[in-house]
């Protein structure tokens, strides 16, 4: 006899922007964010059954996203989706987890004449910070803090050389080259028991994705990087060292290749090497590197 071993529904792409006045400064920030909505529990005879009794409308999932996020702090991420996460597993009986993915688009203040204007922003890039808030009845809220889209490049102090080479190799070792890479990077907190633990701790949160986005930029740009594979690691090592309440670190790091163009057949034209100077981005194949630390 079939069962339901595993069911989950909600609604996606959920576009929230949210607009906070500041009457005493005349100043406005902005908040923009793209939310995920979905809901576990005693739901099974929803499929089996053609019960919708079960049902919680995904309709009411974004309507109570846009309540809550006027009812609440929307910022950071990590309290507004623990927020929006605890509510579905206090509001409704019958639904026992509930995954609230929060993707924060960045607009940055614009600067006039010298000077921060009160409310004009602009999109300085593709880069997001990322959240995974879930709450699990009897367990606790589990939170997974990100960045991701952050496209870095240096132009020198990469190598890679002395990796296995066998009839299957044709990469040439080397000493220095382009490194580029879109980053994703992830820190998964100790389970909070409450919603109000994660409000005991709210500081928290955007302290670490400020020193998570530092130690990611400082030894992507100081370090004279061996490998791909042992600079995320040390990544890894610095940001458990910066917050104690996280127990894990992750990285995904795609190698984005810039290869060097030989140009020799163009009157003898030097163009690899240290003679290299012009170079052809590739957008794939590329190799792709992850890595998870735990305390």
Same mark, same amino acid.
């Given at each position: ?12 792409? =959920?576009?929230?922007?949210?607009v ?8 406005q920030t902005?908040?923009e964010?793209?939310?995920?909505v979905?809901?576990?529990g005693?739901?099974?005879t ?10 919680v409308?995904t ?9 809550m996020a006027?009812?609440?702090p929307?910022n950071p991420?990590?309290?507004?989706g623990? =927020?929006?996460a605890n509510?579905f597993v206090?509001?409704y009986k019958?639904?026992h ?6 993707v924060q ?10 000077q921060?204007?009160?409310h004009?922003?602009?999109r ?6 990322v ?5 699990i009845e009897g ?5 997974r803090?990100g960045?991701s ?7 020198t102090?990469s190598?890679?050389h ?6 299957y190799?044709a990469?040439p070792e080397?000493w220095d080259r382009i ?10 907190w100790s389970?909070f028991?409450t919603?109000?633990?994660v ?11 400020v020193?998570?986005?530092e130690?990611t930029?400082?030894?992507f740009?100081?370090e004279?990087?061996?490998s ?6 040390k ?6 060292a910066a917050a104690?309440t996280?127990?894990?670190v992750?990285?995904a790091l ?5 290869f ?5 057949w163009h009157k003898?034209l030097k163009?690899?090497?240290k ?5 052809a ?5 590329n190799g792709?590197i ?6």
């Open positions: 006899m079939p069962s339901v071993s595993a069911a989950r529904y909600g609604k996606d792409n =959920i576009r929230l922007c949210k906070i006045r500041d009457e005493a400064t005349k100043t902005v908040y964010m793209t939310v995920c979905l809901l576990e005693a739901i099974e929803s499929y089996t059954q053609a019960d919708n009794s079960v049902v409308a309709d009411s999932m974004k309507q109570t996203t846009y309540i006027k009812q609440h929307i991420p990590e309290l507004f623990s =927020i929006l509510h206090q509001k019958h639904i987890t509930a995954h609230v993915s929060i688009h960045r607009w940055t203040r614009m600067e006039i004449e010298g921060p204007h009160p004009s922003f602009f300085d890039g593709a880069e997001k910070r959240v995974q808030a879930d709450a367990k606790g809220i589990e939170i803090s960045i889209d952050l496209l870095v490049l240096k132009s102090g190598m890679f002395s990796f296995v080479r066998d009839e190799t990469l080397t490194l580029s890479t879109s980053v994703d990077a992830g820190w998964k389970t028991p919603l109000e633990d409000q005991k701790e709210v500081g928290k949160f955007d302290e670490t994705h020193k998570a986005r130690i930029f400082r030894l740009a100081k004279e990087s061996p791909v594979q042992n600079t995320m690691y990544m890894c090592e610095e940001i458990l104690p996280v127990t894990d992750d990285y795609p190698n984005k290749h810039y060097e163009i030989d140009l020799s003898g163009n690899t090497g003679d290299a100077e012009v170079y981005p590739q957008s794939d194949p792709l992850k890595c998870t630390v735990s305390r």
